[in-house]
């Protein structure tokens, strides 16, 4: 398995243990709700995915991954963009309901939320440009 993979599979395991416990603790208390279901849905399930699909497509394209140093850009900044994600949005459930300001943590939820959203377009293009053109 290549490198790039290797690494999306490993992390996306972490996160699976991750929300696997947020899961026990919704039963204790509601507010890990969000925290659980992002971890799961894009660390574990998602970075799965892309784990697959970095191993998968150049093998059967019999192409390589169209630029790996942009794999692992996607990597790093999915990352930080799920963990600033699923901590920030509690903070920000919390102030508004509480009645606080909670304008600093939506500002913080609208940032790691785009920069989600920007390395997934950086893996959309890497495998786009991978597959090559269409014969």
Known sequence: MNKLSNLFIKTSLVYLGLSTILGVLITIG????????HLALIGWVTFFI???????????????VFSEALGHIHFWL??????GLALSYPFMRM???KGKDYSDAMLMV??????ETISIFMFIYNIWKSMGKSK
Request: no cysteine; hydrophobic share 45%.
């Open 110 to 115: 609208i940032l790691f939320g785009f920069i």
């Open 95 to 97: 102030y508004m309901l």
């Open 50 to 64: 892309f784990g697959a699909a970095y191993e998968i497509i150049p093998h059967y394209s019999g192409r390589p």
């Open 30 to 37: 509601p507010g890990y709700s969000f925290m659980h279901s």
């Open 78 to 83: 999915g990352n930080i963009g799920l963990i």
